[in-house]
């Protein structure tokens, strides 16, 4: 059974640093992973997805890698702003199913 | 705009009773999805349906009920054999139930008990 970790759970940074979130998962057969930034009480908004082949994706200030062989996904966000606070949800698609994580709680301060 | 629509944003159940939440979508998507978020959890898959007419459980089926008579829509049923309905509900849709799908989401029903 497929498993997503993400850790920390909780995060806070001054604003301008650099985010770095992690995303772990325990069966390598995966079709792609996703993520995505939930703000409180709201629905998920896809911020990326990277395909099973490549090895990073990216927008805008938003990076992704993948490491299939180690069952392991980085999200980083450069020069953070305050609009970045939201949780930020890790998703592996397994055979058309998607797994989640239970996300990373960002706070950017001014 | 095109998007996915759920409603209502709060609602209440007393116990025994059967509510239902209501998911739309103009996205022209077949497949859609509902899930159930908890607190310091993931999202877990209570059913999706990839086709009108059609559809399948999820990992926590049980004490909920679907229906897809229309492709823009996707009702979930939360009965009263549902014994821990609190959650925040999430409705997701996407062009074809597959891998490399995209999956967009509505903004969210929070079920609470009376």
């Known amino acids: 059974k497929q498993e997503v970790t993400q850790i920390p759970a909780a995060l806070s940074v001054p604003e301008g640093e650099n985010l770095v979130l992690n995303c772990s998962f325990t069966?390598?057969?995966?079709?792609?992973l996703q993520w995505f930034r939930q703000d409180p009480g709201k629905g998920l908004t896809s911020l990326l997805l990277i395909q099973s082949s490549q090895r990073e994706q990216t927008s805008g200030r938003l990076n992704a890698s993948l490491d299939k062989s180690s069952g392991r996904s980085t999200l980083y966000i450069a020069a953070s702003q305050p609009g970045d606070s939201a949780t930020y949800l890790c998703a592996v698609d397994s055979w058309g199913k998607l797994q989640f994580g239970a996300g990373t709680q960002v706070v950017v301060t001014p | 705009d095109g998007g996915i629509t759920q409603s209502p944003k709060y609602l209440f159940r007393k116990e025994g009773q059967n509510v239902t939440l209501s998911c739309e979508q103009n996205l022209n998507h077949d497949a859609m999805y509902w899930y159930r978020q908890d607190p310091g959890q993931g999202l877990r898959l209570i059913y999706y349906?990839?086709?009108?007419?059609?559809?399948q459980k999820g990992d926590i089926a049980e004490g909920y009920s679907v229906s897809r008579e229309k492709k823009e829509s996707f009702p979930l049923t939360v009965t009263s054999a549902q014994k821990n309905p609190t959650a925040f509900y999430l409705c997701a849709s996407s062009m074809q139930r597959g891998i490399q799908e995209t999956q967009y989401f509505g903004p969210g029903t929070r079920l609470l008990v009376l």
């Open positions: 069966d390598s057969a995966i079709y792609n």
């Open positions: 349906s990839q086709i009108v007419n059609d559809f």
